[in-house]
């Protein structure tokens, strides 16, 4: 948003707003990727499908008995039932023993 | 990033996968979920524009790395958001196209900007904050 200061010219103010809000940490990354189970989250576009797997190959070759959880046995985390696949998601990677979160497609 | 923020959230760590235009979107969407960092891998350019070869290469070059840099390394130092402008302060002055170019550089706009005054934009969202009970 600009504020006119003289015929042609313009100021342009801060964009961002009041900061109300604390931030949260992220959570404790990891030491090491072998032998950790790694989910894979994804909103079923952006060729997910080709890219998962480019990356389990990628990774699998670098950290030993690393295990990849495939998109589906999470849902679509960007559509009609996000809202539901998310609610149920601290669950779900607590029971299946997830160690990590690999989430797309920002595109 | 919803979804990395959830599992955040759980104490598990999570890495984005995104295209290179949208990583500066991701680090002000991380901020909107209440977190300052919320690692991400880039996928150099878009994937849809790109064949299979180029994909992997990239992906398997470039965005692999990044994703296990993003669940291994700890992030840095949050970054000290009070060292920020305020809402009101004002961060440029410039003819019409040096507005545009001060966007664009910035990415808070992809193309043409027109300049309003501050105070006829604002009347609009005052208007509606007051009529949710929202103080403006």
Same mark, same amino acid.
């Given at each position: 948003?600009? /504020?006119?200061?003289?015929?042609? /010219?313009?100021?342009?103010?801060?964009? /961002?707003?009041?900061?109300?809000?604390?931030?949260?940490?992220?959570?404790?990354?990891?030491?090491?990727?072998?032998?950790?189970?790694?989910?894979?989250?994804?909103?079923?576009?952006? /060729?997910?499908?080709?890219?998962?797997?480019?990356?389990?190959?990628?990774?699998?070759?670098?950290?030993?008995?690393?295990?990849?959880?495939?998109?589906?046995?999470?849902?679509?985390?960007?559509?009609?039932?996000?809202?539901?696949?998310?609610?149920?998601?601290?669950?779900?990677?607590?029971?299946?023993?997830?160690?990590?979160?690999?989430?797309?497609?920002?595109? | 990033?919803?979804?990395?923020?959830?599992?955040?959230?759980?104490?598990?760590?999570?890495?984005?996968? $995104?295209?290179?235009?949208?990583?500066?979107?991701?680090?002000?969407?991380?901020?909107?979920?209440?977190?300052?960092?919320?690692?991400?891998?880039?996928?150099?350019?878009?994937?849809?524009?790109?064949?299979?070869?180029?994909?992997?290469?990239?992906?398997?070059?470039?965005? $692999?790395?990044? $994703?296990?840099?993003?669940?291994?390394?700890?992030?840095?130092?949050?970054?000290?958001?009070?060292?920020?402008?305020?809402?009101?302060?004002?961060?440029?002055?410039?003819?019409?196209?040096? $507005?545009?170019?001060?966007?664009?550089?910035?990415?808070?706009?992809?193309?043409?900007?027109?300049?309003?005054?501050?105070?006829?934009?604002?009347?609009?969202?005052?208007?509606?904050?007051?009529?949710?009970?929202?103080?403006?």
């Amino acid at each position: 948003m600009a /504020r006119k200061q003289s015929p042609g /010219r313009y100021q342009v103010v801060w964009p /961002r707003g009041k900061k109300i809000a604390d931030c949260a940490e992220p959570a404790r990354r990891l030491e090491d990727l072998s032998g950790k189970t790694v989910a894979e989250l994804w909103d079923f576009v952006f /060729r997910g499908e080709e890219i998962f797997p480019l990356i389990e190959s990628e990774v699998g070759a670098r950290f030993a008995g690393v295990k990849f959880l495939r998109p589906d046995r999470f849902g679509n985390t960007h559509g009609s039932e996000e809202r539901e696949v998310l609610a149920e998601l601290p669950g779900k990677l607590r029971e299946l023993g997830v160690d990590a979160v690999i989430s797309g497609m920002g595109c | 990033m919803r979804a990395a923020a959830v599992a955040e959230r759980a104490g598990i760590p999570s890495v984005s996968l $995104v295209c290179a235009g949208f990583a500066g979107q991701a680090l002000s969407t991380a901020a909107g979920l209440g977190f300052t960092h919320l690692p991400v891998a880039v996928m150099p350019g878009h994937v849809n524009m790109q064949t299979y070869e180029e994909l992997k290469n990239n992906i398997l070059e470039v965005t $692999v790395g990044q $994703v296990v840099k993003g669940l291994i390394d700890e992030p840095g130092a949050s970054p000290d958001t009070a060292a920020e402008p305020g809402p009101r302060d004002i961060v440029f002055t410039g003819t019409f196209e040096d $507005v545009n170019d001060f966007y664009y550089e910035r990415e808070w706009s992809d193309g043409s900007v027109t300049p309003r005054q501050l105070r006829p934009a604002q009347a609009p969202l005052q208007g509606i904050l007051t009529s949710q009970g929202l103080r403006p």
